[in-house]
């Protein structure tokens, strides 16, 4: 990779690893597990960086191969055992009150991976349900009977007076 090209990979990193590591935290609800998928997609970006520059939207195609990255690591054989806690450290919440992070939280940790990376895509990252599905490589049927059975297991396991969060019958 020429020097200019290494230049604006790094800078573009620079400009935007905080929010990939949360993105990547939001979907497989683990620091260490996100700090592997944003470097294994990182990696996969830097060996195609010429060809990345030349997509319409940069910021999608490296989103898109750190949502891969995640679903195929969580496919592996080695990682279908359930975590048994969930860590409550990190700045990423859905309203200041630390009670309502904490929930939201625990409900996130407890969807499966495809339903929580819809979540955080659509209502974090704010993207339509289309980019969704192309971030995913699925459809957008998928995306939004996925939303529909996400937002109606976190209405299950939160509070009725975080009904606010998952547009429920409190709202």
């Known amino acids: 990779m020429p020097d200019a090209d290494e230049a604006g990979f790094r800078e573009y990193v620079q400009a935007r690893m905080v929010r990939l590591r949360r993105i990547a935290y939001l979907i497989c609800g683990d620091w260490h597990l996100a700090e592997d998928a944003v470097s294994v997609a990182l990696a996969k970006v830097y060996l195609k960086w010429r060809r990345a520059t030349e997509a319409d939207n940069l910021d999608a195609y490296v989103r898109?191969?750190?949502?891969?990255?995640?679903?195929?690591?969580?496919?592996?054989?080695?990682?279908?055992?359930?975590?048994?806690?969930?860590?409550?450290?990190?700045?990423?919440?859905?309203?200041?009150?630390?009670?309502?992070?904490?929930?939201?939280?625990?409900?996130?940790?407890?969807?499966?991976?495809?339903?929580?990376?819809?979540?955080?895509?659509?209502?974090?990252?704010?993207?339509?349900?289309?980019?969704?599905?192309?971030?995913?490589?699925?459809?957008?049927?998928?995306?939004?009977?996925?939303?529909?059975?996400?937002?109606?297991?976190?209405?299950?396991?939160?509070?009725?007076?975080f009904a606010h969060i998952t547009g429920g019958p409190d709202e």
């Open 64 to 161: 898109r191969v750190l949502v891969r990255s995640i679903m195929d690591e969580r496919r592996r054989p080695w990682r279908r055992e359930s975590p048994v806690g969930f860590p409550v450290t990190g700045t990423v919440a859905p309203a200041d009150e630390p009670e309502v992070r904490l929930a939201v939280r625990a409900a996130l940790a407890g969807l499966p991976s495809r339903r929580r990376a819809v979540l955080v895509l659509r209502f974090y990252e704010g993207l339509s349900v289309e980019e969704t599905a192309a971030a995913m490589g699925t459809t957008s049927g998928t995306v939004k009977s996925q939303t529909a059975r996400a937002l109606t297991a976190l209405r299950e396991v939160l509070p009725r007076d």
